[in-house]
């Protein structure tokens, strides 16, 4: 699990080393006309370098933060955002986009993992 949302290490499936690091997370009605919160990461490895940006539909934050019991917060989206892009990074899903919105169920996986890495906290 990811410790610090806004620099970690993450390996690819073929044994490379990613460094990701959190840019800025904006409302994307601002900049796309999207109804979605935009949370915008790049990634390096070597000389490799991407930008990738994690589309998180507002509707499914709307829903998840009601069944999960919590508010909408900018560290909750951003760590929803940087807990996807881990993923995709382990498994090379999606890496060919730029712009990536995950699912709903994919929030509410990513979300039992935050919750279960807060209870392990404590």
Same mark, same amino acid.
């Given at each position: ?38 949370? &915008?990461? +790049?990634? $390096?490895?070597?000389? %490799?370098?991407? =930008?990738?940006?994690? *589309? ?6 709307? @829903? ?32 060919? &986009?730029? +712009?990536? $919105?995950?699912?709903? %169920?994919?929030? =509410?996986?990513?979300? *039992? ?6 209870? @392990?906290?404590?």
């Amino acid at each position: 699990m990811i410790e610090d949302y806004r620099f970690f290490e993450v390996a690819d499936p073929f044994g490379e080393l990613w460094q990701v690091k959190f840019l800025w997370q904006q409302n994307a009605i601002s900049i796309r006309h999207a109804d979605a919160v935009d949370v &915008k990461f +790049i990634i $390096s490895s070597g000389e %490799a370098r991407q =930008e990738k940006v994690i *589309a998180l539909a507002h509707p499914d934050l709307l @829903a998840l933060s009601a069944k999960a019991g919590r508010p909408v917060a900018d560290s909750w989206v951003s760590r929803l955002a940087a807990v996807h892009l881990r993923r995709m990074i382990e498994t090379w899903e999606d890496m060919e &986009k730029t +712009i990536v $919105s995950p699912s709903l %169920a994919e929030l =509410e996986t990513h979300n *039992a993992a935050l919750e279960q890495r807060a209870s @392990a906290l404590r």
